[in-house]
């Protein structure tokens, strides 16, 4: 391909990128009082970035590095939402509290085109270039509120940790790469065809895996995550936990599936070892929060461990149940974080469990959101999430995954109780104080949108469903 073709291929990158670099220069001209306007164009990039992902047609670029396939074309789709109504919610969020920082769209337009990179490679140095680019944003995103102690703390460990894993995902690429010869996925799935692979092979392995799995914010690579989630602003938590854990767990489908498909019996194990972990620790340690960004940081550690139990299949169908299962995902916690984010009481934001305490009463329909929500994550059929939790179980169970599906089963059941207890206290126990409520445009449509996915996807699910086989399908023809 001539250079300008593969410019076309990486136009929804390219807009991304070219726009991020305009907005910086104009914020930088303007000040913060272009805030404002930064974030709207930060919101209009995105949608022109998703009609050109939307349009785009199969080809690869820079030699085989990069791909658009409809597999990328369906995470893409993932990510620029969560994008979009993440940058909304922050708008309000930071306009509200009067500290109006041209900085923040730019950032997380920068971080969403290293997720994009990621999602597109076919070379793991392509991978790592896109990686790291996302990574850098996200700990200045972390620790945004410099003038918050819990959200320069968490930006700080987010970026220790995070140096840590990504040595160790390098370490396993340059064994990777020592033992085939090569960083291209679609040339190590030819050296390791049938199945046979060096131990350096397996080796890296291990560490791609560890590394990919801190990403996830899978067990025992989680603790980052809840004083993350809890220190960073609210909006930038949505962020964290929709358009980021959707690229990462998109990154792990592309960079295990695509180059070791014969390898399954080598990786499977790993994966399986960590999903179950990540299950299990999610419903249990998310019982006994109080501060409920918290709860929601080990609500995401299990939820990431019902997907990657989709990988550990290793199958087209486990793929596209992971995809579905993102598709759900990405809605449901986009709308718990906008409900979180109306906890406010004269001016002022409250985080604690006690504070929903008779929500019911106050502010009925955010409560019935919330419940809806709440009940959704739960897989509480016919709601949405029972869908998502449904096509991961049954991909497993056909591999052969029967005990890891159950014992998925048995962590779903349990993380009904904290789900449950959330619900107890909004319409049962004795109201305290009403917040001030849903304020804004941004808000409340996410939280009808997120209410209507929850409520409405077993009717109009078959698109959706069309979409995953199809990309699944793009990755493992």
Not at 8 to 24: D, K, R, S, T, Y
Not at 60 to 66: K, M, N, S
Not at 313 to 323: D, E, P, Q, Y
Not at 388 to 405: D, N, R, T, W
């Amino acid at each position: 391909m001539t250079f300008q073709a593969d410019l076309l291929v990486l136009l929804p990158e390219l807009i991304l990128a070219i726009g991020a670099m305009a907005l910086l220069l104009t914020g930088a001209i303007g000040g913060d009082k272009t805030g404002p306007v930064i974030s709207w164009g930060a919101i209009g990039l995105v949608a022109a970035s998703g009609v050109a992902v939307v349009t785009g047609s199969d080809a690869v670029a820079f030699h085989d590095a990069f791909v658009s396939d409809g597999f990328a074309r369906f995470a893409k789709v993932l990510i620029l939402l969560g994008a979009a109504l993440s940058i909304l919610l922050a708008e309000e969020f930071f306009a509200r509290i009067k500290l109006a920082r041209f900085e923040l769209p730019v950032l997380m337009l920068i971080a969403t085109l290293g997720m994009m990179l990621m999602v597109s490679s076919a070379s793991y140095l392509s991978l790592y270039m896109g990686l790291e680019l996302q990574s850098l944003s996200l700990y200045v995103l972390a620790s945004f509120n410099r003038d918050h102690l819990r959200s320069t703390e968490a930006g700080l460990k987010y970026f220790v940790l995070g140096a840590l894993s990504s040595g160790m995902l390098l370490y396993g690429i340059s064994l990777i790469y020592g033992f085939t010869g090569s960083t291209s996925f679609a040339a190590i799935a030819t050296v390791t065809a049938g199945g046979g692979a060096a131990l350096g092979v397996i080796f890296g392995i291990v560490f791609l895996i560890a590394g990919l799995a801190f990403k996830v914010s899978a067990v025992p690579f989680h603790m980052w995550t809840p004083d993350v989630y809890e220190g960073a602003p609210t909006p930038i938590t949505a962020y964290f936990a929709s358009a980021a854990k959707v690229a990462a767990l998109c990154l792990f489908l592309r960079a295990i599936l695509a180059p070791f498909p014969d390898l399954i019996h080598q990786w499977r194990q790993i994966v399986v070892f960590i999903s179950v972990l990540s299950m299990i620790l999610g419903a249990v340690a998310a019982i006994g929060q109080t501060n409920i960004k918290r709860l929601m940081a080990y609500s995401s550690i299990g939820h990431m461990g019902y997907a990657l139990l989709g990988l550990a299949a290793g199958t087209a169908l486990g793929a596209r149940g992971v995809l579905i299962y993102l598709a759900i995902y990405v809605f449901t916690t986009l709308g718990v974080f906008a409900a979180i984010q109306a906890m406010r009481r004269k001016g002022e934001a409250v985080e604690t469990i006690a504070d929903l305490a008779g929500l019911a009463r106050t502010q009925p329909v955010l409560a019935l959101v919330f419940a809806l929500l709440f009940f959704s994550l739960a897989g509480v059929p016919p709601l949405a999430g029972f869908f998502g939790k449904f096509y991961v179980f049954l991909a497993a169970i056909e591999a052969g995954l029967v005990a890891p599906a159950v014992l998925g089963v048995l962590a779903s059941a349990i993380g009904l109780v904290y789900y449950l207890r959330l619900v107890k206290i909004m319409y049962f126990d004795e109201p305290a104080a009403p917040f001030d409520g849903v304020e804004g445009f941004g808000s409340k449509a996410i939280l009808g949108l997120s209410a209507a996915v929850a409520l409405l996807f077993i009717v109009a699910a078959s698109p959706v469903i069309t979409a995953a086989d199809a990309a699944a399908k793009a990755l493992l023809p």
